[in-house]
Each structure stands twice: as structure tokens, then as C-alpha cells.
């Protein structure tokens, strides 16, 4: 076991954790963003530097600071690390360097993406951005590629972080895309656009932590915000079944997986009740979904809110004489 301080709360890991799973392990402000690292996806992190944090101690052993800020992804804690993250200026200005990064290429489209409101790069933008942007070059664009019947790739709006590649590597029994070139010519690329033809393929949709890769059923059907998100599930050969719909009145607008806080899907589903079931009736509808407070899509969404109350409030026992007796 290894203990750990993050700004200025210690917790007890096992060994072998990183910064940020020992973060998330606490919760709430001290767990740093993450664009590329995705928990069910073995490798995934270490590309979008978002998760940087400044190790002021390196171990009880070695008592040194790191000397340069580390992506809390990838970093195993070691026994007495001390770790600061939103409570470092060096981290928050780095953060902010690396959002600018991220945007100078990825239009400013959120009016029409299907992504906003459930985008991770909007909410980092919002939370550690800037409002205006240095960059006066020629921004990079693509056209809009078809990947087979049901899943749009809008390259502009990648921000590369390989997740969609390692979804299609670990859960399809074949991948058929993966990134092109490297630097500024870097491209999530489908060989003369090869079509993704597999049970699971809708996946890279959800993985996606911007717009780049959309559900081309629910493309501008209607803004997350309007819909009722609610757990369903049903009886699928291929998948657990279980899912969240996003529906409008009686019309089941999308069906995606269920995600957990950190936006990571809990488990994976099949393209047969992503795309093909679209009727209120081919599901048993559990209830809502909880939705965060702090997020867009909780704007109309009510959960029915579980509240312990005693039957017979706490009156004085000269009262309770007089109540009704049922
Ligand atoms: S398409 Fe989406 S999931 Fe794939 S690398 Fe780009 S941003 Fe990541
Ligand atoms: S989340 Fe750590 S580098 Fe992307």
C-alpha cells in the first residue's frame, strides 16, 4: 500500500495506482480532467497532457519535487507522494496552455454539434479555457467521413486521443481504422474508408470525448438538453443489454451506453441496441438516469428524490394521541 497526498488530502492506495485513479479514489475537485486516459480501456492515457500535476515530494524516500509537471494518467504514486493539482498555479496555467492547444484547431461549432452539452473538451474549455485565441495560422479541415451506415467522423473536431482506436482494438474482432501521419498531419483514418462492419462498432461513438465521432440516427435530431435520459435495459444475445435511452415525449431519439461520472462507459453495447431499437416498447424502462447537477442535460430532468420521512413526524406525545389511527 502507498499513501499519497493530493492538494492536502491523504488517501491509501494500492501499489501500482496512478495519481489519478488515487484522485478519483477521493473525488470531487482534486480529481484532475482526462481527454484521453478512459479506465475501461487497457493503455489509453498519456496523449492529451489535460491531467498534468505538479509532484511536489516524489516519495517518503526520496523527498525531491518531480522537476517537471506530470500527466497524473500515466504516474504511479509511490509511499508519501505529495501532489498538487488545483491548488498549483503552475498546474492551472499549464492546463490553460493545453486547452488554447487543443482549440486552435477545433472549430468553434458547438452551436451545431451534436456533442455540446456532453463534450469534455466544451466543459474544459468552460472550467480552464480562455476566451480569446492567439493562433492566426490556417486552421487544419477535412471533409466529413462516412464511416459505413451509422457513424460520422468529423476530423476537425478530433483532438486525437486514440480512444476510438483502442475501442476498436480491444472490443471489435477487427479494427479497420487508426491515426495517419504524425504532427500536424496526425488523422483518424479508415483506409479508403473502410466501412467499421462489426456488432460493437457504435462504441467509438461514445468513447469519443468531443464531437469528432457521431450517431448519425440521432444527428441533429435535438439537443441532449430537451431529451429524458433513462435507464433501460432488455433481453440481448449479443450484449448485457442495458442502456441509457434519451428520449423526447414518447420517441426514443438515441440509446447509448450508460456512463458513470467520469463520462466512461460502464459496460459496452451492441450496434443492435444502439441503432436498431428505437421503440419505447422493445425496453423495460428502469427510471431516470442521474444526471450531475453541474451539467447542461440536468436542466428539465427530475429525479424523483428518495427522502427518509417517519410517518408520524416527531410531535409531542399529547398530539400523536390525537392523529388518526390507520
Ligand atoms: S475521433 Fe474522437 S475518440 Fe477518436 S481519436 Fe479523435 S477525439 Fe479521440
Ligand atoms: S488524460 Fe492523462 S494525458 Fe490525457
Not at 146 to 156: A, E, F, K, N, V
Not at 274 to 294: A, L, S, V
Request: glycine share 8%.
Amino acid at each position: 500500500m502507498a499513501k499519497v497526498t493530493i492538494d492536502g488530502i491523504e488517501i491509501e492506495v494500492e501499489d501500482g495506482t496512478t495519481i489519478l485513479q488515487a484522485a478519483r479514489k477521493i473525488g470531487g475537485s482534486v480529481v484532475p480532467p482526462a481527454m484521453c486516459y478512459y479506465g475501461p480501456l487497457k493503455g489509453s492515457g498519456g496523449k492529451c497532457r489535460v491531467c498534468l500535476v505538479k509532484v511536489t515530494q516524489g516519495s517518503a524516500k526520496d523527498t525531491r519535487p518531480m522537476p517537471k509537471l506530470v500527466a497524473s494518467c500515466i504516474t504511479q504514486v509511490q509511499d508519501g507522494m505529495v501532489v498538487e493539482n488545483t491548488t498549483n498555479e503552475e498546474v492551472l496555467n499549464a492546463r490553460k496552455g493545453i486547452v488554447e492547444m487543443l482549440l486552435i484547431n477545433h472549430p468553434l461549432d458547438c452551436p451545431i454539434c451534436d456533442q455540446a452539452g456532453e463534450c469534455s473538451l466544451q466543459d474544459l474549455s468552460y472550467e480552464h479555457g480562455v476566451s480569446a485565441t492567439r493562433y492566426e495560422e490556417e486552421r487544419r479541415s477535412f471533409n466529413k467521413v462516412d464511416l459505413g451506415p451509422y457513424i460520422q467522423l468529423h476530423m476537425t473536431r478530433c483532438i486525437l486521443c486514440y480512444r476510438c482506436v483502442y475501442t476498436a482494438d480491444q472490443i471489435t474482432p477487427e479494427r479497420v481504422h487508426g491515426v495517419l501521419g504524425r504532427g500536424d498531419a496526425a488523422e483518424i483514418g479508415t483506409y479508403i474508408e473502410n466501412v467499421i462492419d462489426n456488432d460493437f462498432s457504435g462504441n467509438v461513438i461514445d468513447v469519443c470525448p468531443v464531437g469528432a465521432l457521431t450517431d448519425k440516427t440521432w444527428r441533429f435530431k435535438n439537443r441532449v438538453w430537451f431529451t429524458k435520459p433513462m435507464d433501460a435495459h432488455r433481453d440481448c444475445p449479443t450484449c448485457s443489454g442495458k442502456v441509457t435511452l434519451w428520449a423526447r415525449g414518447e420517441e426514443v431519439l438515441r440509446v447509448t451506453a450508460r456512463k458513470d461520472q467520469y463520462n466512461e462507459v460502464e459496460e459496452f453495447i451492441c450496434n443492435t441496441c444502439r441503432f436498431d431499437k428505437k421503440e419505447m416498447n422493445d425496453w423495460t424502462i428502469e427510471g431516470p438516469r442521474h444526471i450531475d447537477r453541474q451539467s447542461v442535460i440536468s436542466a428539465n430532468h427530475y429525479e424523483l428524490p428518495v427522502i427518509n420521512v417517519p410517518i408520524v413526524p416527531n410531535l409531542p406525545t399529547s398530539t400523536k394521541k390525537n392523529l388518526p389511527q390507520h
